[in-house]
């Protein structure tokens, strides 16, 4: 590719060059002449106000601003002069006049932009004797708080909220020195409580609910984590004090998500704290649930095990989608080596195998990140709701749009929030039917359409459900529109599955320029868990078992539980009765041991439970939905529980398998690496993600003869399977969100 | 449930269609919305967003800029005077203060019984005929404080229904099309801007 | 009505004394829309060309040269264009918009109507402030008329030429009179002003090429029309084109509004056609062009004539036309103060040093004028106005400063009269609006 016009500008003497079109205030930070600012924010829109970026530029009268003036050949810029200096101090002595200076017991203190630039631009005596105006702290919401006075009104919160988020639940209210930031619902927010409003505030005036108050930012260690909820896999910095997560957040915007973080992945995280986290191994003794020791429980898994296996005895195993790679794998291997079964499977939220088999065979990338999302040019979105599913994937697709223009195609059984970005929205009453539709050659279609939103005119519109309007041309239109796209990325949920996911990858490839696919899977590493072989019928990397060797899927395990036919269920991380309920007599045969944080309704059945650390609290590799592999890093700590890949290792000596040794998950990496395709890349590359370049796919996958659909899990912003109801914060706001509040 | 009545309600209709998109007529829907309900009551919020599309807060977010626009109740009658700088030189803060004494309220406030508000303004456009008063959407200009004592006079008169030329505004209804038999005209006789209220009539 | 002094050049004015001009019938009988059906008769960069040649400039403020931001509207524009007549007349000093709404609104339709056709405009619109209610009742009626009449709408007189008009009220923003800030407002938002470049030519109200004049300036484009460029160009001194309406407030013996040449003497305004100080009193300052130009002190008063250039080189600007006569029994504290809580309350508060500069300045002006003055105080004001001149999104912040700055370097002897304990002129009253 040509580089793009370089224009040439001189700062402070130095000659730069930078692409035309580039703001002054990004050229100078290219090159390391940091132009300051508060109310410049990358690629939100401009704003001009805090006047903290004025620099001289010659032929110009006045100063101005870096943040809106466009590079051009020849410019010459002061940014380091008299004047300049002069201008900044000024700036941030006004912005001084009435922001409280009571920094030692400002939450922010220590992590304040404001702070810093005073430190390093502003004026070491404060001039401004007249009061200064109070306003009493405000709570919007269980987690966002208010403090007027400390508000620079920067409009970044408004922006990250409006632009950013789609939600435009922050507006100014008033003029002049009255002017502030307010909520959508006068005294309070309702919004998506994504918190990414805090992140955002350069000062102390917007804080967190769930984290004020608690600390001081550097008594923290900040461990950078892949976020444990759903399966986009965002960085979130966890702050932690003595082993305790105090908070996620996302300021140093170095993750996959960029600026974005959701409520989850930024408040879900105190379920780490919840007082009713497991941290000894329980036994059923005399029927009920006694903690026992760690020596006690793995030797009589062992030995329950052991026995079972010699009286031939049926064993199942149901794995995690949130464990990490090795412990998935670690498992797999354990359930095929040591308990010697094949009765394997796990929560399926999308048809990952189906995916990979359509495209088997293809060179070149045919799967896309989720950031290829915010440059793309067209992509079609089959099913699901990421705003409530996956967040991420919600924002990249807005991103796109705001930045790049995407076209995007929405095929949906219902009316979704992303309908507001979309292009082109077909509301159909049957998925199957309608990608069939899109594959076929016919030009007429009996699918029965509910309803195709024209392309809105509107920017940022409330639109209401009545705009849903029956077109005559239904499909037709929007099939067209699509085959004349020359680059697409395909999207689609766990709604749709198996043959339908193989017409969606022929439409696909029928396209006459380049398509990639992204499918959308719940849980932080359901991916993962499909990658590293968590099927009763395929080995990781999608190699298919031997004929005839495979076991029972999640659904059959189930079913034989009611007649016996298990004699030991092993669930690691998944708590399958919440969705499946199992009376507890007819478990009474079946040995049932359960590895999980808390007593969910599948452990509270249990004979053994192992209690296990979370993703925070241990180290390895997880797979966001779209294949980027991330590595999880270990924040948290808690006493008593162990890592799933510890008790796996734990689990395997007591069963005599001496070659495995004690648990290292860079060791189990390596074997991955060495088993599944897409992984057996150099480490800095896999962890830079770019596993999803190549798929992780050895040789084709059998197709089932009735395969398990998938379940989506529906999660809403809210909402994250078993875990979610363990966070306070996440029900604090399901709480405040009931109805009649 | 509109809060508006009907004839509002088609005004609307008709001004949202001026322009080439409908928001634009949020300004002039508010202050004539005012008029009618003689403040932005949170139904009226409710309706116009509802009619412009737009959610309450950016309704809201237009209302606290506008200083004429109010979401709490004023006077039947509400006072404003100017007190900047061409009236300021010819008595604007003395009229002023003779209304606070006069109507026992300060800035931005109702007095008691509802009749009058209070208000000091900014520049009425008045300036060669200061110091001015504006008395809803009429102009008294020129104005000696014993001359503003005979509008107070009329205006509080009206209110008890002593004078039979009130309108159909009802109660809380500033009445914009009303006109006061005094003429407020100083030396020059500004006799056009004195007569001009007689004319809207 | 007002009648003519014999000082008075009557061009925009002139129908000011005709009873009737403000129906149909009376403005038809005084030559109206005749400057209409000789424009349309004119190719559009024709109409330009004659704008150019009169040298009008805007009778906003800024003075621009209205010929040459006509010219800037491109002539192909996928968007649609726009005229927009600014009647948000809100300058402290400024009330000469209001007399030709009233008196002669016809001739801002018919110079919107020339701007519509020399830009290739079909639709406008004429944002009056909300506080002049009666005007817009009046407009309303103009333009129902004018439309009923085929002078608004579609083909107007005949000639295919469509031009839609409506009136449209503010509700209380000063701020609203800035170009683009009114603009937003049009479109139902918050008046804050908008980035520059582009510029309304390019990008204007709903982001099409938009042409925006004062009220004046519009309505004095049909007798420019009529009369030819260069017999408007010839009232006044080279460049300074024409006439423009001169508001006379303040301590003076007879207030009004006269319509002047430009390069007109000051004294002559004052002493001859204002009938001079009231009371026999000393002059101490003058407003010259609304509460947003430098004063000038008695002597340079005296000596200045009413043109951009001649008050320019006064260190001053011609602004709006507002003349504020102040005499010696001013307290020059006070008056500083009333702009200032002026501007705080006007400031948009979009950016930094408007919103709190003005804060600033107005909590000290109100300390310092009620006695509690620092003798440090008095460098602070100068420094904190500096700080604010220059370096504010738009212009307000400017317009804040630069009276003040000029009342303190002119008149810095009576702040430090104002030290504590020392009495004041004007009592120590303060206003109400300070305090919210």
Same mark, same amino acid.
Request: glycine share 10%; with cysteine; charged share 20%.
């Given at each position: ?55 001289? !530029? ?36 006004? !912005? ?12 922010? #203190? ?150 974005? *973080? ?120 089959? #099913? ?25 195609? !929405? ?140 076991? *029972? ?43 999980? *944080? ?144 | ?201 | ?100 709404? /009233? ?75 800035? /170009? ?91 002493? $001859? ?124 912040? $400017? ?38």
């Amino acid at each position: 590719m040509a580089d793009p016009a370089l224009v040439h500008l001189t700062v402070n003497g130095q000659p730069l060059q930078a692409p035309a079109g580039t703001l002054l205030i990004e050229a100078c930070k290219q090159h390391g002449i940091e132009v300051p600012s508060f109310c410049y924010y990358p690629n939100l829109s401009l704003q001009a106000a805090c006047r903290m970026c004025l620099v001289e !530029i010659e032929k110009m009268p006045k100063l101005q601003t870096a943040c809106t003036v466009v590079v051009s050949e020849g410019m010459v810029v002061n940014s380091d002069s008299e004047t300049v200096h002069r201008a900044r101090k000024s700036a941030i002595e006004f !912005i001084l006049t009435n922001h409280p200076l009571d920094c030692p017991v400002c939450d922010a #203190g220590g992590e304040c932009e404001l702070q810093d630039m005073t430190f390093k631009y502003g004026a070491e005596k404060g001039r401004f004797i007249e009061p200064k105006r109070h306003r009493e702290e405000q709570q919007w919401s269980p987690v966002v708080y208010f403090d007027r006075p400390r508000c620079i009104l920067c409009y970044r919160c408004v922006r990250a909220c409006g632009e950013g988020m789609d939600v435009w639940a922050l507006g100014v209210a008033n003029r002049g020195i009255n002017a502030t930031i307010v909520p959508n619902h006068q005294d309070h927010l309702e919004c998506e409580e994504c918190g990414n409003c805090i992140d955002i505030c350069p000062v102390g005036a917007l804080t967190s609910g769930a984290y004020r108050y608690q600390t001081r930012p550097w008594e923290m260690q900040h461990v950078g984590a892949v976020c444990t909820f759903c399966g986009d896999g965002c960085k979130t910095t966890l702050g932690v004090r003595n082993g305790e997560i105090l908070r996620g957040d996302n300021r140093d915007k170095s993750g996959i998500n960029g600026d974005f *973080l959701c409520i989850k992945g930024r408040y879900g995280l105190d379920f780490t704290r919840h007082p009713e986290r497991l941290k000894q191994p329980l036994a059923r003794l005399n029927g009920e649930l006694k903690p026992v020791s760690w020596s006690y429980a793995l030797e009589t898994a062992a030995k329950r095990w052991r026995e079972i296996q010699k009286a031939q005895g049926a064993i199942g195993v149901i794995g995690s989608t949130r464990i990490l790679n090795e412990e998935a794998y670690t498992l797999q291997k354990f359930a095929r080596q040591v308990l010697a079964t094949a009765n394997l499977d796990h929560h399926r939220t999308a048809d990952f195998p189906a995916l990979f088999d359509a495209l088997a065979g293809r060179t070149g990338a045919a799967l896309a990140r989720l950031d290829d999302l915010k440059t793309a040019p067209a992509v079609l979105l089959v #099913g699901g709701d990421p705003t409530q599913e996956h967040p991420l994937t919600a924002w990249n697709l807005r991103w796109g749009y705001r930045q790049h223009k995407t076209r995007l195609y !929405i095929l949906n059984p219902g009316d979704i929030k992303l309908r507001r970005q979309a292009y082109r929205y077909a509301q159909v009453a049957a998925l199957e039917a309608a990608v069939r539709y899109l594959n076929g050659e016919g030009e007429t279609q009996s699918q029965p359409l509910t309803g195709v939103a024209e392309p809105s005119e509107k920017r940022w519109p409330q639109t209401p459900a009545s705009a849903v309007a029956v077109l005559d041309e239904g499909l037709q239109d929007f099939r067209a529109r699509l085959r004349q796209e020359q680059d697409v990325i395909v999207v689609f949920s766990g709604d749709i599955a198996g043959d339908t996911v193989r017409e969606l990858v022929a439409f696909g490839n029928s396209l006459s320029g380049q398509t990639r696919y992204i499918a959308l899977a719940d849980h932080a590493n359901a991916r993962g868990a499909a990658d590293m072989g968590l099927y009763p019928d395929l080995l990781p990397g999608y190699a298919p078992v031997a004929a005839g060797q495979s076991g *029972l899927n999640l659904e059959q395990m189930l079913a034989a539980l009611p007649n016996q036919g298990l004699a030991s269920l092993y669930v690691v991380g998944a708590n399958p009765f919440r969705r499946h309920p199992v009376d507890p007599a007819a478990l009474r045969q079946t040995f049932l041991v359960v590895q999980d *944080l808390f007593l969910t309704e599948t452990a509270r059945a249990a004979d053994l439970v192992f209690p296990a650390l979370c993703a925070y609290e241990k180290a390895g590799t997880v797979t966001n939905t779209s294949g980027q592999v991330q590595p999880q890093r270990r924040g948290g700590s808690c006493e008593g529980a162990k890592s799933d890949l510890e008790i796996l290792h734990r689990l395997a000596a007591a069963m005599g398998e001496t070659a495995w040794g004690p648990a290292d998950p860079d060791r189990t990496l390596q074997e991955i690496r060495a088993q599944v395709k897409g992984y057996n890349l150099p480490l800095a590359q896999l962890l830079a993600g770019a596993a999803p370049l190549a798929l992780p796919l050895n040789g084709r996958v059998p197709r089932a003869a009735a395969p398990l659909a998938p379940q989506p899990n529906r999660d809403t912003l809210f909402t994250a399977g078993s875990l979610g109801r363990y966070s306070a914060t996440l029900n604090g706001v399901m709480e405040g969100r009931k109805p009649g509040r | 449930m509109s809060p508006f009545s009907p004839q509002l309600e088609a005004r609307f209709r008709e001004l949202m269609q001026r322009y080439p998109a409908r928001r634009s007529a949020l300004v002039p829907m508010l202050l004539y919305a005012q008029d009618e309900l003689g403040w932005l009551t949170p139904e009226a919020v409710r309706r116009i967003a509802e009619l412009l599309g737009e959610t309450e807060l950016a309704v809201r977010e237009v209302i606290g800029y506008y200083s004429m626009l109010r979401t709490e109740p004023a006077g039947k009658y509400h006072v404003q005077v100017c007190t900047n700088i061409s009236c300021l030189l010819r008595g604007g803060d003395e009229l002023y203060a003779h209304c606070e004494r006069r109507l026992g309220i300060g800035h931005k406030q109702t007095a008691a019984d509802g009749v009058f508000s209070l208000e000091e303004v900014e520049c009425l456009g008045a300036c060669s005929w200061a110091p001015a008063v504006q008395v809803n959407y009429d102009f008294h200009q020129e104005l000696t404080l014993e001359q503003l004592d005979k509008i107070l006079d009329a205006y509080a008169a009206r209110a008890r229904g002593a004078d039979p030329s009130q309108g159909q505004g009802g109660a809380g209804s500033p009445g914009p099309r009303t006109a006061l038999p005094v003429d407020g005209s100083g030396s020059r006789g500004e006799a056009a801007l004195g007569t001009r209220v007689q004319e809207k009539s | 009505m007002t009648k003519p002094h014999p000082l008075e050049t009557r061009v925009v004015s002139r129908r000011f004394d005709q009873p009737d001009a403000h129906t149909l019938a009376g403005y038809l009988a005084s030559d109206g829309f005749r400057a209409l059906d000789k424009a349309l008769a004119m190719a559009p960069e024709a109409v330009i060309e004659e704008v150019k040649a009169s040298g009008l400039r805007g009778r906003g403020g800024a003075g621009f040269p209205t010929g040459l931001k006509w010219s800037f509207v491109p002539k192909q524009s996928p968007r649609e264009k726009y005229v927009l007549c600014n009647a948000d007349e809100s300058e402290p000093g400024t009330c000469k918009d209001r007399l030709i709404l /009233e008196y002669d609104p016809f001739a801002i339709i018919e110079g919107m109507l020339i701007a519509g056709h020399a830009i290739g405009a079909r639709r406008g619109y004429i944002y009056i402030r909300g506080e002049y209610r009666y005007l817009l009742d009046r407009m309303e009626r103009a333009l129902a008329e004018a439309r009923a009449a085929g002078y608004v709408g579609k083909n107007i007189r005949g000639r295919g030429f469509d031009f839609e008009l409506h009136a449209h009220t503010g509700a209380g923003a000063y701020e609203c009179g800035e /170009e683009s800030a009114l603009m937003e407002s049009l479109e139902g938002k918050r008046g804050i002003p908008r980035l520059k470049p582009p510029f309304p030519a390019v990008s204007g109200f709903m982001g099409g090429p938009t042409v925006i004049n004062n009220v004046e300036t519009l309505a004095s484009v049909p007798a420019i029309i009529l009369n030819g460029g260069a017999w408007f160009a010839a009232f006044g001194p080279p460049k300074n084109g024409g006439t423009r309406l001169f508001c006379l407030s303040g301590h003076v013996r007879q207030q009004g509004v006269w319509e002047l040449p430009l390069g007109f003497p000051l004294r002559k305004l004052i002493e $001859d056609i204002g009938g001079g100080l009231r009371d026999g009193a000393r002059l101490k300052a003058v407003v010259p062009g609304g509460s947003s130009t430098p004063l000038l002190p008695a002597d340079t008063a005296w000596n200045i004539h009413l043109d951009f250039d001649s008050v320019a080189k006064a260190s001053s600007f011609l602004g709006s036309g507002g003349v504020v006569v102040l005499d010696e029994s001013t307290c020059m504290v006070k008056f500083a103060l009333r702009i200032m809580q002026f501007y705080r309350h006007e400031s948009c508060g979009w950016c930094v040093p408007c919103r709190e500069g003005t804060q600033w300045l107005q909590t000290s002006l109100t300390r310092f004028h009620n006695g509690g003055g620092r003798a440090a105080d008095v460098d602070l004001m100068k420094e904190v106005s500096e700080n604010i001149l220059g370096r504010t999104f738009c212009a307000l912040g $400017d317009a804040a400063a630069m009276p003040t700055l000029s009342i303190l370097q002119h008149w810095r002897q009576e702040f430090l009269d104002h030290l504590a304990g020392k009495p004041c002129p004007f009592g120590a009253r303060t206003s109400a609006a300070g305090a919210h």
